[in-house]
DNA sequence: ACAGAGTTGCCATGGCAACAACCG
DNA sequence: CGGTTGTTGCCATGGCAACTCTGT
């Protein structure tokens, strides 16, 4: 359906820039661009499929009130949520924030007010990205498992048109081209659409991360990120998830592709979070064990009827595969015994010390998870810079549960 | 105009909470509230009209396509920016941030979107709050100063709204109602709406932090604290301004009341901060003075024709009084010079650390201009405590200007 | 029924890049 | 004309509170 037009350089490229520390108000401002040389990348166009597990969807259409949600809920909620992302030709992205209450909006370029925002269409269980306005979800399959039920999103017409969106401005085609297409390859060869799973942001750049650095790429930050990665796989839905008090920024309707290297390391390194896991925790992905209704073990999907037991559990996986996470594979540290406060540090100020060192641990976990040994490193100086000898008094942070003392020391001793 | 239905608490209260320290995982959750006893506080209606300074307003209006910004580009700009705002019952409110692009969208729970967007209508000069949905905006009055440009937002009906909207749960009027009700007591006696003129969000938080404070209130965070003055003040836009890299979040649509305290502390403190700065800084208020047709010295307000200097001047020094920030009045700290790095930092280290103590130092100006005293001690500990000794290394932050070498010493020696 | 947990809406802030205006 | 600066859109993350769901 997609004609075969590669991004090939000229004339469009994305302009997400190599990141340059210019934050501060000093005046000089040197933009240090790697000069990578010219290489016309061939972007790749058909992604295989393969294990799609048919999480299921559903669409509610409204006279015009329409709501494209993957998970629509069923009860009287105030429906904010609703979750809209036009399908435009790139750049205007609906986020959770901002979006409609109760009442319509969204709107593309091109003005389909009219129509309630999103037009839709049922094709056989198939998600389709035709390039122009209209978004098209497939209806599930309750059939037995490894059913066709997305992918090839971001075919090259996506991508042209995300690469001319992103850009908008026209004659600028130098090595950021290429460097783009390395990352759209990348991104090609690793991820795909898929409903119902969902990916941790900060796994997703993590590895977009240890990508750059193997290849010895310039990356952008976080957000330019998620525009480049908004604008291939377009209806992308933001979601929070986690533990209460832990909950993360998920991209939800992507997840790695099934032959990617990454799913391997990914999957190696889960196991060694797993089995430093206390046993209370691992029992948390317990009750998600008796099946069913629910496929994927996570609020949204509403009704699912005739799901097998077999393909609730391998959704589970997929989905656990996807989500397991630094925040999930530490244990809660507890609360802080303290006999004696020292100066005017209050309680406050020790949780406050909890938590950045938690987060600090979290933040070493996943670099290891994802191998990237050499980020430890400098997780170690962003932490403890501000902080050369001790943690700023005598105090030390006991941690009640008993495996879990100086947790980091297990991935440094 | 309004009618003066108190606020008169039982039945209708804001949940926003008291700031429970309750972002760890812990479990156990305390709800600690300070009983305060339930006076019920009648909510003053009329707000004085004075010192009106006619920041022009103007208004744009298309067929289908409503800008209602204070501050229209001229340009081919792609417009994304509108700011429309839902003047609806409350809580929807259409920040920057996710906007539509180019084609109309917000809504409010009525649904107006039939009509744009936003209802227009010009009345003489005077900015008034009809307590059901549409806007008005007055247009920019061309003569001498202190005409009646604006007032009268925030009637005691809009305010029920805004507490029932917050609220939108019903039976528990507690002693929320009259902590809630003593915020909006202090936030109508000390703001206004205003065309043309914007708060830095901090300073006003700030403020409120400090009239916490000083009635041993509990406050609530900045985000809370922005969901309550967005429910008051209704109409108000985001803006980020401020230096290049040093853009600060404003609510644009806002001004200390003239006869405010706040007023007075402000321009005492900007004095004092004004006598700290050296030359260089102070010039750079200059070049507003060479009035023009611009009024206000900011991008915004487009084409304004017939104003007279007196005016200028005068929504110049409204602007400046509520926009002199603590980001502004530090003079920039100019680079590093550093012989030789110790250990393995580098460069972008230094520079961290540096863009950390401008902000520290920024903070410490912030309530020194705000007379909050009580938290320097805090905003020290804040900044020190992971550095208990020297900052890192044997390196100093040398500054190249002259006057500004250990800016906050002024305030503490 | 109540308490705890997960999810999400609304608000906050911040970085990058694009754009416009301005200045030399 | 190019470089600099202010402003803003789009993306990111995070806190609080409301809501639902689930387990006791």
Same mark, same amino acid.
């Given at each position: 359906?997609?004609?075969?037009?590669?991004?090939?350089?000229?004339?469009?490229?994305?302009?997400?820039?190599?990141?340059?520390? @210019?934050? +501060?108000? =000093?005046? *000089?401002? %040197?933009?240090?661009?790697?000069? /990578?040389?010219?290489?016309?990348? !061939?972007?790749?166009?058909?992604?295989?499929?393969?294990?799609?597990?048919?999480?299921?969807?559903?669409?509610?259409?409204?006279?015009?009130?329409?709501?494209?949600?993957?998970?629509?809920?069923?009860?009287?909620?105030?429906?904010?949520?609703?979750?809209?992302?036009?399908?435009?030709?790139?750049?205007?992205?609906?986020?959770?924030?901002? @979006?409609? +209450?109760? =009442?319509? *909006?969204? %709107?593309?370029?091109?003005?389909? /007010?009219?129509?309630?925002?999103? !037009?839709?269409?049922?094709?056989?269980?198939?998600?389709?990205?035709?390039?122009?306005?209209?978004?098209?979800?497939?209806?599930?399959?309750?059939?037995?498992?490894?059913?066709?039920?997305?992918?090839?999103?971001?075919?090259?017409?996506?991508?042209?048109?995300?690469?001319?969106?992103?850009?908008?401005?026209?004659?600028?085609?130098?090595?950021?081209?290429?460097?783009?297409?390395?990352?759209?390859?990348?991104?090609?060869?690793?991820?795909?659409?898929?409903?119902?799973?969902?990916?941790?942001?900060?796994?997703?750049?993590?590895?977009?991360?240890?990508?750059?650095?193997?290849?010895?790429?310039?990356?952008?930050?976080?957000?330019?990120?998620?525009?480049?990665?908004?604008?291939?796989?377009?209806?992308?839905?933001?979601?929070?998830?986690?533990?209460?008090?832990?909950?993360?920024?998920?991209?939800?309707?992507?997840?790695?592709?099934?032959?990617?290297?990454?799913?391997?390391?990914?999957?190696?390194?889960?196991?060694?979070?797993?089995?430093?896991?206390?046993?209370?925790?691992?029992?948390?992905?317990?009750?998600?064990?008796?099946?069913?209704?629910?496929?994927?073990?996570?609020?949204?999907?509403?009704?699912?009827?005739?799901?097998?037991?077999?393909?609730?559990?391998?959704?589970?996986?997929?989905?656990?595969?996807?989500?397991?996470?630094?925040?999930?594979?530490?244990?809660?540290?507890?609360?802080?015994?303290?006999?004696?406060?020292?100066?005017?540090?209050?309680?406050?100020?020790?949780?406050?010390?909890?938590?950045?060192?938690?987060?600090?641990?979290?933040?070493?976990?996943?670099?290891?998870?994802?191998?990237?040994?050499?980020?430890?490193?400098?997780?170690?100086?962003?932490?403890?810079?501000?902080?050369?000898?001790?943690?700023?008094?005598?105090?030390?942070?006991?941690?009640?549960?008993?495996?879990?003392?100086?947790?980091?020391?297990?991935?440094?001793?």
């Amino acid at each position: 359906m997609q004609t075969s037009e590669t991004g090939s350089d000229t004339g469009s490229t994305v302009t997400l820039q190599t990141s340059v520390a @210019s934050q +501060a108000a =000093v005046p *000089t401002q %040197v933009v240090q661009q790697v000069p /990578v040389q010219q290489q016309v990348q !061939q972007v790749q166009t058909v992604q295989q499929v393969q294990h799609v597990y048919p999480a299921q969807v559903q669409y509610v259409e409204g006279s015009d009130t329409v709501y494209t949600n993957g998970a629509i809920r069923t009860t009287t909620y105030p429906y904010t949520e609703t979750q809209m992302y036009s399908q435009n030709t790139g750049g205007n992205y609906f986020d959770t924030q901002g @979006s409609s +209450a109760q =009442v319509t *909006t969204v %709107v593309s370029s091109h003005s389909m /007010v009219g129509t309630g925002g999103i !037009q839709m269409g049922v094709t056989g269980g198939q998600l389709i990205s035709s390039s122009g306005g209209t978004y098209l979800i497939g209806n599930s399959m309750e059939n037995s498992g490894h059913s066709v039920t997305h992918t090839t999103r971001a075919s090259p017409a996506t991508i042209e048109m995300a690469i001319e969106t992103l850009q908008k401005s026209d004659g600028l085609s130098t090595h950021r081209s290429s460097l783009l297409n390395s990352h759209l390859q990348w991104l090609l060869d690793n991820y795909e659409t898929a409903e119902g799973v969902s990916l941790p942001r900060s796994t997703l750049y993590n590895h977009y991360l240890r990508h750059c650095q193997e290849h010895k790429l310039d990356p952008v930050n976080a957000a330019s990120f998620g525009k480049l990665i908004r604008s291939i796989f377009m209806g992308l839905r933001t979601r929070r998830l986690g533990t209460r008090g832990n909950s993360k920024y998920h991209y939800y309707g992507i997840r790695v592709k099934p032959d990617s290297p990454l799913n391997r390391l990914q999957e190696d390194m889960q196991y060694m979070a797993m089995r430093q896991q206390p046993m209370q925790q691992k029992q948390r992905y317990k009750p998600m064990q008796k099946v069913d209704g629910v496929a994927d073990g996570f609020t949204g999907s509403g009704q699912q009827t005739g799901t097998s037991v077999e393909q609730t559990v391998i959704a589970q996986s997929q989905h656990h595969q996807q989500f397991l996470d630094a925040s999930r594979a530490l244990p809660e540290f507890g609360e802080v015994e303290i006999s004696s406060l020292p100066d005017g540090t209050t309680f406050e100020d020790i949780k406050s010390l909890q938590s950045l060192y938690r987060e600090h641990c979290e933040a070493i976990l996943d670099v290891v998870v994802n191998l990237q040994f050499s980020l430890i490193e400098k997780l170690w100086q962003t932490f403890w810079r501000y902080s050369p000898s001790t943690p700023t008094d005598g105090t030390t942070i006991t941690e009640s549960r008993s495996e879990s003392t100086s947790f980091p020391i297990h991935f440094h001793g």
